[in-house]
């Protein structure tokens, strides 16, 4: 039998240590990742949030609805009231199953959160014009209508220019892939929404099912306006109603 005295012992024990010890400190090293690897990875991260497929059913069905409000203004014009009832109705109902497939099949996106407002304000100022010019809403409710939508236009520039990253350039700013601020709707900009779309369906059929003039519609027309103005007012004051993704750097 091989005997290890006490100090001998005591070395080895030291030496198993200093061994154990070195080899975790080597794994240790091993395992942080280094500035070059965090910048990388940060690069990644910030590059897929820069960037997104716009091009979903969701989408598609927004777009479509933009196409659409032209040639429903047309009919109107031209006095064609039936045909422009039934191409509102289908936009109508895009206006609803874009958001259910985008919340359904996980197709939500920033550039969707603009587009989907953006194709119901034009629809909305295409019928507001083309009806009021055929007499069939007062001036000063289309003027309030118009009035408050022109704002929120000119507004969605500001805030687009302000937080879109660096660099800023033209070609950059009219990238919709380039996500920059999100529009939160308001309470009651989503009531007067449902309010505004009631009172210019309603005036779009009332010659085709003959009740123009009547006085429900006539006091649906003074809701509208006191809801347009109040909604307008609600996203100056508002705070959490525009969300840049990229807040600009204070001087």
């Known amino acids: 039998m091989e005997v290890i005295s006490t100090t001998g012992r005591k070395s080895l024990i030291s030496i198993q240590s200093c061994a154990f010890s ?4 080597s794994n240790s ?23 997104e497929n716009i091009y979903t059913i969701p989408n598609i069905l927004t777009f479509s609805r933009l196409v659409a409000a032209p040639v429903i203004g047309y009919w109107v014009l031209q006095g064609d009231y039936t045909n422009a009832v039934i191409l509102f109705g289908v936009a109508s109902v895009t206006d609803g199953l874009d958001g ?9 996106s920033i550039v969707g959160t603009i587009l989907d407002p953006m194709a119901d304000k034009t629809l909305m100022t295409i019928l507001t014009v083309t009806l009021a ?15 408050r939508d022109a704002g929120l236009v000119l507004a969605s520039f500001y805030y687009r220019y302000i937080s879109l990253p660096e660099p800023k350039t033209f070609t950059r700013y009219w990238d919709f892939s380039i996500p920059s601020a999100e529009v939160k709707p308001t309470t009651i900009s989503k009531v007067n929404t449902v309010i505004q779309m009631a009172y210019i369906c309603l005036s779009l059929m ?24 109040w909604s307008g007012a609600s996203y ?3 705070k959490d109603a525009v969300r840049m ?4 750097k204070k001087q």
């Not at 070195?22 to 400190?25: K, L, R, S, V």
């Not at 259910?100 to 197709?107: T, Y």
């Not at 519609?217 to 103005?229: D, N, R, V």
Request: charged share 15%; proline share 7%; glycine share 8%.
């Open 206 to 229: 009332a010659p085709v099912f003959d009740f123009t003039g009547h006085v429900g519609l006539e006091y649906l027309g003074y809701t509208c306006a006191a809801t347009t103005i």
């Open 22 to 25: 070195t080899n975790n400190e």
């Open 100 to 108: 259910w497939i985008a919340r359904r099949f996980q197709m939500q």
């Open 236 to 238: 100056v004051y508002t």
């Open 245 to 248: 993704l990229y807040p600009p």
């Open 29 to 51: 090293k091993q395992e942080l990742p280094s500035d070059a690897d965090k910048n990388a990875k940060a690069k990644g991260v910030k590059k897929m949030l820069l960037h």
């Open 133 to 147: 010019m055929q007499h069939l809403i007062p001036i000063p409710i289309a003027g309030i209508i118009l009035g």
